[in-house]
């Protein structure tokens, strides 16, 4: 993702403190009090500009949707489609690193985890970065149920083929693949930015589902 200088974007973020959730780290355990329900709570890290995460919420009113993302220039783009959506009353952002995903939710807070198009990091000195590594699997695993499951697009060939085994090497179940996800194209598929941009270049989209066992 293009990160481009918005020396407006501290200002519009505070504006919009309803929808990006100032110091997230003292919400932790709070978060159906915040959506004011007892609904289960998807987290989507590494939101980019939020197309993903807005669909998500508008289509399924009965799921609160957290959509985290740590750079300000980016998540403002997030924040004016959240606006320019209604302000879906099950949404909200949060400008932050998905390395502290367990300072902001409590054990079993989080009922799933979506990764869209994650950096992939190719090197394999940043292999660390990437958000399905097993370090990045066990904070998942720290804020979620037993059952708690992982739903993770990507164009990247490479670390799509690194994060089953990651995920396999965790102990992982996996419970649905697809090598080509817009060949099949599930009714309730929801694109993100970047598999709108790959998907029209005619790249194959790879999904899996993968669920953490007791
Ligand atoms: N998910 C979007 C999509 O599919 O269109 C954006 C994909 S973009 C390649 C990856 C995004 O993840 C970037 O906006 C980046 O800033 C964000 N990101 C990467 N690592 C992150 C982390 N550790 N915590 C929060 N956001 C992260």
Do not use: C
């Amino acid at each position: 993702m293009r990160l481009r200088h918005k020396p407006w974007a501290k200002d519009y973020l505070e504006e919009h403190a309803g929808i990006v959730i100032k110091e997230p780290e003292t919400k932790s355990g709070k978060w159906s009090a915040i959506f004011g329900n007892e609904n289960p709570v998807h987290v989507e890290v590494g939101t980019g500009k939020g197309q993903f995460v807005v669909g998500m919420a508008l289509a399924n009113p009965d799921i609160n949707y957290i959509g985290i993302e740590h750079f300000d220039s980016i998540i403002v783009s997030a924040v004016e489609k959240v606006v320019d959506s209604g302000i879906p009353a099950n949404l909200r952002l949060l400008r932050a690193n998905g390395k502290e995903l367990t300072d902001i939710f409590e054990k079993g807070e989080v009922a799933r985890v979506y990764l869209n198009f994650s950096d992939p990091w190719p090197k394999s000195r940043h292999a660390k970065r990437r958000l399905t590594h097993g370090e990045f699997l066990s904070l998942y695993q720290s804020v979620m149920p037993e059952d708690g499951e992982i739903h993770f697009k990507t164009d990247n060939r490479g670390l799509f083929e690194y994060s089953l085994v990651a995920m396999s090497e965790y102990g992982m179940r996996l419970l649905d693949v697809s090598l080509d996800l817009h060949a099949e194209m599930p009714e309730d598929n929801v694109m993100t930015e970047y598999e709108e941009k790959f998907s029209a270049k005619g790249q194959p989209i790879y999904r899996l589902e993968a669920r953490f066992m007791s």
